[in-house]
Nanobody
Framework: QVQLVESGGGSVQAGGSLRLSCAAS????????MGWFRQAAPGKERKFVA?????????YYTDSVKGRFTISRDNTKNTVDLQMNSLKPEDTAVYYC????????????WGQGTQVTVSS
């Protein structure tokens, strides 16, 4: 089992920045990748935002955040961060941290989520 705890959400005006952090504990030795997803409202689809492979740090982003968001990891601390710059109102969502373990094709473990609100 892996436990994930997010922090760093909050409210900001458009154009501002926030940094989200996620700390993993438990069976982190099998981590293959960690990612961030967001859900704009209850009942809406949880969508991919960014991911990073654990061994070599390859990053992936959804098109709408490229050039604005940066995902990074610290293997020694088992943490993954999401630096969000030039925030837009459409970035408003609950952001979830997730991890994919070795041998799995899906993200299997999820944090509780942290709210990000961007006002215009």
């Amino acid at each position: 089992q892996v436990q994930l705890v997010e922090s760093g959400g909050g409210s900001v005006q458009a154009g501002g920045s926030l940094r989200l952090s996620c700390a993993a504990s438990g069976r982190t030795d099998r981590t293959a990748a960690m990612g961030w997803f967001r859900q704009a409202a209850p009942g809406k689809e949880r969508k991919f935002v960014a991911a990073i492979t654990w061994s070599d740090g390859i990053t992936y982003y959804t098109d709408s955040v490229k050039g604005r968001f940066t995902i990074s990891r610290d293997n020694t601390k088992n943490t993954v961060d999401l630096q969000m710059n030039s925030l837009k109102p459409e970035d408003t969502a609950v952001y979830y941290c997730s991890t994919r373990v070795t041998g799995s094709s899906t993200y299997d473990y999820w944090g509780q989520g942290t709210q990000v609100t961007v006002s215009s």
